[in-house]
């Protein structure tokens, strides 16, 4: 597995409704599962790279709601929370295309060879992985984007006290159609 540290004072993006108690909270992740961890497993708290991926991923946030993002008002759609955090976070590089070919996932990931996503189950193996090796996750393509546009961190804190720090909160118009900052 080939890791990275993560950049220092980075400003990562997490998609949330504004009705949250604490959007940057990774253990409901732990209960339900993601891609990267299984259900009833560790905390994590799945980021958004910049605010492309987290354009990427309002489909799957807003999915079996009547709505299409066009159809969102400012007051009823997502905000987007910035969030930073510990410095020194070693993650397991599963972007870059020797990152991918380490944990043996096809070149083409996040599509298999014959085109289907791949599955969580084997995600969420690579995830117990890197878990067990103390790393801090996993900065990874984004699933959602079939060309493997787009970079998400599950990020696994190292104690119950490690936890990302919450930043601005951006309203849903200001995040979502704005063309500035798009980091």
């Not at 190292?158 to 990302?164: E, F, G, H, N």
């Not at 930043?167 to 704005?178: D, K, L």
Request: hydrophobic share 35%; glycine share 6%.
């Amino acid at each position: 597995m080939r890791t990275e540290i993560l950049p220092e004072g980075h400003v990562w993006l997490r998609i949330a409704e504004a009705s949250w108690d604490d959007p940057l909270d990774p253990t409901f992740a732990a209960t339900q599962g993601g891609r990267w961890n299984p259900p009833n497993s560790h905390r994590t708290l799945y980021l958004n790279e910049d605010r492309v991926t987290a354009r990427i991923n309002l489909r799957l946030f807003i999915d079996g709601w009547p709505y299409e993002p066009e159809d969102l008002r400012d007051d009823t759609g997502p905000v987007l929370v910035q969030a930073t955090l510990p410095a020194r976070q070693s993650v397991a590089d599963v972007h870059s295309r020797r990152g991918v070919a380490a944990v043996n996932l096809p070149a083409t990931y996040p599509l298999d060879e014959n085109g289907h996503l791949v599955e969580h189950s084997l995600c969420q193996a690579i995830g117990l992985t890197a878990r067990q090796a103390e790393l801090r996750g996993l900065r990874a393509r984004s699933a959602r984007a079939s060309d493997g546009a787009g970079r998400e961190l599950a990020w696994f804190p190292a104690t119950r006290v490690s936890q990302a720090h919450k930043g601005v909160i951006e309203s849903f118009e200001t995040w979502y159609w704005s063309r500035s900052k798009n980091r």
